[in-house]
């Protein structure tokens, strides 16, 4: 594919692309590449449900936050601890490692008060994003751009088709296990307030 087709999958604005019709798959890859490459990591996002309703604030701990390193002696010998605003960070965490300083949940411009032990207690999240819009993009690569935004490593909020309960869903690595294994944290919020947390 020409390297002109190839860079206009992912520009500003929309474009044919006559190679999706000679090489369809070809297109999709090439389509693929172009769009992983403008992903960004981020440190802090705002992410709302399809219909507006719900909004979810976070923040994570970063290498400008004050965290406060001591190392203390134990039975199996020293081991470091990280303290932030006065709470010991989880043993198994670095503060370095996608830990959460703050969530803030809302709904229909309400904030609905989630207690830190919900969320503050692990690490491995991970915030992506991309500066990419639907719009820009070609309408026959529509549903791979779907799954594309889809994959990205973000919180998804969503309602319930009853409107009375929201889920929160965040595909995290799971910094109890090795080899970059991941996990997944759900909320599940009701309007009323009550949480509940489930992982696996």
């Given at each position: 594919?020409k390297?002109?087709?190839?860079?206009?999958?992912?520009?500003?604005?929309?474009?044919?692309?006559?190679?999706?019709?000679?090489?369809?798959?070809?297109?999709?890859?090439?389509?693929?590449?172009?769009?992983?490459?403008?992903?960004?990591?981020?440190?802090?996002?705002?992410?709302?449900?399809?219909?507006?309703?719900?909004?979810?604030?976070?923040?994570l701990?970063?290498k400008?936050?004050e965290?406060?390193?001591?190392?203390?002696?134990?039975?199996?010998?020293?081991?470091?601890?990280?303290t932030?605003?006065?709470?010991?960070?989880?043993?198994y965490?670095?503060?370095?490692?996608?830990?959460?300083?703050?969530?803030?949940?809302?709904?229909?411009?309400?904030?609905i008060?989630?207690?830190?032990?919900?969320?503050n207690?692990?690490?491995?999240?991970?915030?992506?994003?991309?500066?990419?819009?639907?719009?820009?993009?070609?309408?026959?690569?529509?549903?791979?751009?779907?799954?594309?935004?889809?994959?990205?490593?973000a919180?998804?909020?969503?309602?319930?088709a009853d409107?009375?309960?929201?889920l929160?869903?965040?595909r995290?690595?799971?910094?109890?296990?090795?080899?970059?294994?991941?996990?997944?944290?759900?909320?599940?919020?009701?309007?009323?307030?009550?949480?509940?947390?489930?992982?696996?």
């Amino acid at each position: 594919m020409k390297r002109r087709t190839f860079l206009s999958l992912a520009s500003a604005t929309p474009v044919m692309v006559p190679g999706l019709q000679a090489e369809p798959e070809a297109a999709v890859d090439a389509a693929r590449t172009a769009w992983t490459e403008t992903i960004s990591r981020d440190y802090s996002g705002t992410f709302v449900s399809e219909e507006g309703d719900l909004r979810l604030e976070v923040a994570l701990i970063t290498k400008d936050d004050e965290v406060i390193e001591k190392e203390v002696a134990e039975g199996d010998g020293p081991t470091t601890t990280y303290t932030f605003r006065g709470e010991k960070l989880p043993p198994y965490v670095r503060p370095e490692d996608g830990v959460l300083k703050a969530f803030r949940f809302t709904w229909d411009g309400r904030e609905i008060p989630i207690a830190k032990r919900f969320w503050n207690d692990f690490g491995g999240c991970l915030i992506q994003s991309t500066p990419l819009k639907k719009s820009q993009i070609p309408k026959e690569l529509h549903p791979e751009f779907d799954e594309f935004l889809a994959g990205l490593d973000a919180p998804k909020v969503i309602l319930s088709a009853d409107g009375g309960t929201a889920l929160i869903e965040w595909r995290i690595v799971d910094t109890e296990a090795c080899c970059g294994h991941r996990a997944t944290v759900r909320w599940i919020i009701g309007k009323g307030g009550a949480v509940m947390r489930h992982r696996h």
